[in-house]
């Protein structure tokens, strides 16, 4: 299949500051129908990323604190999403075939990357795009 990435990837509003909370943030995934968000920094570079998961984790880990008050302090309002954002952004470039990206995705164990043109990310491929992709294949 001669399938480009640039015809698979999802692309649009997927950035937010470090410094949105982690309410803000949640509900923007939850509006736009995304299951990641890239963080940048003040400057507009990217710093991290932020899945389900990574929401997850967090409450999982304040539930299990005995003497947590997290939850009871606003938690969500509180807490910026760059406190929970995992710092590694894994990435591939535009011209990355599907099925290299398929591999990183499984070497990784992650379900999906950023994609770049000229060092810039302009997009996001997940499983569930190259899955699609397959699907139309048959």
């Keep these: 299949d001669e399938t480009k990435l640039s015809e698979i990837?999802?692309?649009?509003?997927?950035?937010?500051?470090?410094?949105?909370?982690?309410?803000?943030?949640l509900h923007k995934m939850l509006d736009s129908g995304i299951s990641r968000l890239l963080v940048k920094d003040s400057t507009g570079t990217p710093v991290g990323i932020v899945t389900y998961?990574?929401?997850?984790?967090?409450?999982?880990?304040?539930?299990?604190?005995?003497?947590?008050?997290t939850f009871a302090k606003g938690f969500g309002?509180?807490?910026?999403?760059?406190?929970?954002?995992?710092?590694?952004?894994?990435?591939v470039s535009i011209n990355t075939s599907i099925a290299k990206v398929a591999k990183i995705l499984i070497d990784y164990r992650v379900h999906g990357v950023a994609v770049t043109h000229k060092q810039?990310?302009?997009?996001?491929?997940?499983?569930?795009?190259?899955?699609?992709?397959?699907?139309?294949?048959?």
Excluded: C
Excluded at 9 to 25: C, K
Excluded at 77 to 87: A, D, E, L
């Design 53 to 69: 998961k990574s929401f997850l984790k967090t409450a999982m880990y304040h539930t299990n604190q005995s003497k947590s008050e």
């Design 120 to 138: 810039r990310i302009v997009g996001f491929v997940t499983e569930k795009d190259i899955t699609r992709q397959l699907a139309k294949l048959s």
């Design 9 to 25: 990837m999802s692309v649009g509003s997927f950035f937010v500051p470090e410094d949105t909370t982690l309410y803000d943030s």
């Design 77 to 91: 309002q509180t807490y910026k999403i760059g406190q929970i954002m995992t710092r590694q952004i894994i990435s």
